[in-house]
């Protein structure tokens, strides 16, 4: 076994006794048999936590296990929940239906041989041995080891633990005598384990003794008495032999149908937990495709109630999360919401900031713990008059209501109900919905956080572009109507998003660098003289040099050699690098196309506005010279249909 770890607590030091299996027993029947108990409370007063426990290489201090036990028991106000527990710890729920079924095939006897290795492997505090006493019962001694001392409802769990592990094999509640005890002052603990024997074997031994019996009887008839004597008893004797060999027979095949029975059942049973475990394990994995790829929240949440709504045996759901100041949930998504019942979602106010507040919301989101509730008699003792009225308007009779959480701080609540049905909430999807929440929780977080920089970098664009109209009145929405063009010559040409959106930020930008150019060239009435237009020109190459100190990553990296391009021209006679066909980004030979048009169609201080068929037919002109005949073709395209508006 190698020595015991040591735990520290305050000065002193304890032994690690007890796996945290044994814990996990506890819990389990806590979740099947008392849905209502407050496990959180329960464990954070015994100083354990629920990732400890579900830890199969934890080991808690006999102290740890004292405290968990008498809060237990206050709890559930039981005495005798450690022989429950014990009686538990063998059920399909706890032991596992797959253990519990290869465990069937065996019998009594041969499972008590293995208690002294289970052991081992649950507790350091005693060792167990057992031995044989008969067909139908074992001697079980277990002796603490030094300087461990256990306590009474440790005894009382093993008797359950006995007794459960006798009547999964289809037996009677078995016999359990406890000649010596330790809490009686007996150096060990010993108990005797019996139970009744099948009636077929009962049956056999009957029909082998007198089996036995009547060979010598039947010998002797045949030497001593008469011939008609022997002729009329003789096969009476053996049909009787015959008749217990039957009714052995008949009893043995029906307690083989039993056990058949009890092992197709725990099979069924078995498939059935394959299943759930399935379609568990597949819910989680398309949440968390729904959680990935995707940077718009609604979009996210439509994605996470979808996954619900097919994985999870539940009518309704619906996803609330905290508004930005924290003062109030806000329904963002559900499935199953009749249109009232969205409304009515949508306009009660799930307030945050009143602790006076009983809304089981509001509740779940401060306590942050989730609530199960079973019955509206549940509701009526929690409720104001006016909530109430709201859950029998939803005809909410049962519900979860669980925190999304984000760094362990809630961010939102998840609720789920059975309106129709009336279906009880289980325990057991408690915890399946607390494992997938904080996932939710914090791929909601980051998609927020996601939006809010997308709004601050919308809002800088918008702050730049304004700085380009606020030094030259006339040129007023340039940018934006080129952006606009480009966007829809862009959809024309089908390209993607991502470089819809290089190009659409590029249009907004492309003349950032005319801050740098002075007033009274911009402003001229005239025409402008040689070193006039190379300033001008130079816009191109101080707008790309701006715009390369600001970080674009991936689609948008492109942006600054799209801005700087615009002036290039598809022979190469265009500036500032004098670029030529491919080599000019397609983003750029697109703006080269709006840029001019719009330019052609508004007020310049050094004339007015062209007609839109002179402007189309100067474009025309330009093409294979100036523009992308492709570009061009998609740009004629765009006003056959109406889409750009000169």
């Not at 796996?19 to 100083?47: F, M, W």
């Not at 001694?141 to 005894?155: A, D, L, M, S, T």
């Not at 049973?269 to 495709?289: C, F, P, W, Y």
Request: proline letters at 5%; hydrophobic letters at 40%; a negative charge.
């Amino acid at each position: 076994m190698g020595g015991q770890r040591m735990v520290t607590t305050g000065a002193s030091k304890s032994p690690l006794l007890y796996n945290s299996r044994i814990i996990d027993t506890y819990l389990k029947l806590l979740e099947r048999r008392y849905p209502g108990a407050d496990i959180s409370a329960l464990l954070k007063t015994s100083g354990m936590t629920l990732s400890e426990i579900r830890d199969e290489g934890q080991w808690f201090s006999q102290g740890q296990v004292n405290t968990f036990y008498n809060c237990l028991e206050r709890l559930t106000l039981n005495p005798q929940i450690a022989r429950e527990a014990g009686r538990f710890a063998v059920s399909a729920n706890a032991l596992g239906i797959f253990r519990q079924y290869m465990l069937s095939a065996f019998g009594p006897t041969a499972m008590f041989q293995m208690i002294g290795r289970l052991s081992s492997k649950l507790t350091r505090s005693a060792d167990f041995t057992s031995r044989k006493l008969s067909e139908n019962s074992v001697e079980i001694v277990v002796k603490p080891r030094p300087g461990c001392e256990e306590e009474p409802f440790q005894c009382e769990n093993r008797i359950g633990f006995f007794e459960a592990g006798v009547m999964m094999f289809n037996h009677n509640l078995p016999g359990i005598s406890h000649p010596e005890c330790i809490f009686r002052g007996d150096p060990v603990c010993r108990y005797e384990v019996s139970w009744e024997m099948p009636r077929s074997a009962n049956w056999r031994k009957v029909r082998n003794f007198v089996s036995v019996l009547m060979v010598p009887m039947v010998l002797g008839a045949l030497l001593w008495l008469p011939l008609w004597f022997n002729l009329a008893v003789v096969p009476l004797a053996i049909a009787g032999v015959a008749l217990l060999g039957l009714v052995a027979e008949m009893h043995e095949k029906g307690e083989q149908r039993d056990s058949l029975s009890q092992l197709t059942d725990t099979a069924d049973r078995l498939i059935d937990q394959v299943n759930i475990t399935h379609s568990n394990a597949m819910m989680s994995k398309e949440i968390g495709e729904a959680l990935t790829g995707h940077s718009s929240l609604s979009h996210t949440l439509d994605n996470v109630t979808q996954v619900l709504r097919e994985r999870l045996d539940y009518e309704r759901g619906a996803i609330f999360l905290a508004n930005r100041e924290v003062t109030e949930l806000e329904f963002c998504a559900g499935f199953g919401c009749l249109e009232h019942e969205q409304e009515l979602f949508q306009r009660i106010p799930f307030r945050l900031d009143q602790p006076e507040s009983t809304g089981l919301l509001a509740r779940c989101f401060g306590e942050n713990r989730p609530l199960l509730i079973n019955g509206l008699d549940e509701m009526e003792a929690v409720l104001s008059p006016r909530r109430l009225s709201v859950v029998r308007a939803l005809k909410i009779e049962a519900l979860i209501c669980c925190p999304i959480r984000s760094c362990n701080e809630p961010v939102g609540v998840l609720m789920l109900d059975n309106p129709i049905s009336k279906c009880p909430i289980r325990q057991v999807d408690m915890s399946l919905i607390e494992g997938i929440t904080p996932s939710i929780g914090m791929t909601l977080h980051n998609v927020q956080l996601l939006e809010g920089k997308e709004r601050q970098f919308a809002t800088l664009l918008q702050v730049m572009s304004a700085s380009i109209d606020a030094h030259d009145a006339l040129t007023r929405g340039h940018s934006e109507k080129v952006t606009e063009y480009a966007l829809q010559i862009c959809h024309m040409m089908d390209l993607d998003e991502g470089y819809c959106e290089a190009v659409r930020v590029a249009s907004l930008l492309h003349d950032y660098g005319k801050l740098g150019v002075p007033d009274a060239i911009l402003k001229k009435n005239g025409s402008l003289d040689c070193n006039e237009y190379e300033i001008v020109k130079n816009h191109a190459v101080m707008t790309g040099e701006i715009l390369r100190q600001i970080n674009f990553e991936d689609t948008l990296s492109e942006v600054p050699a799209i801005a700087q391009s615009h002036h290039e021209k598809i022979d190469g006679s265009g500036y500032p690098e004098g670029l030529k066909g491919e080599e000019i980004p397609l983003g750029a030979r697109i703006i080269a196309v709006a840029d001019v048009f719009e330019a052609l169609t508004a007020t310049r201080h050094y004339r007015g506005p062209l007609p839109l068929d002179d402007a189309v037919g100067f474009i025309r002109k330009g093409t294979r010279q100036h523009f992308d005949p492709q570009v061009v073709g998609a740009f004629e395209r765009c006003l056959e249909r109406g889409w750009l508006d000169a």
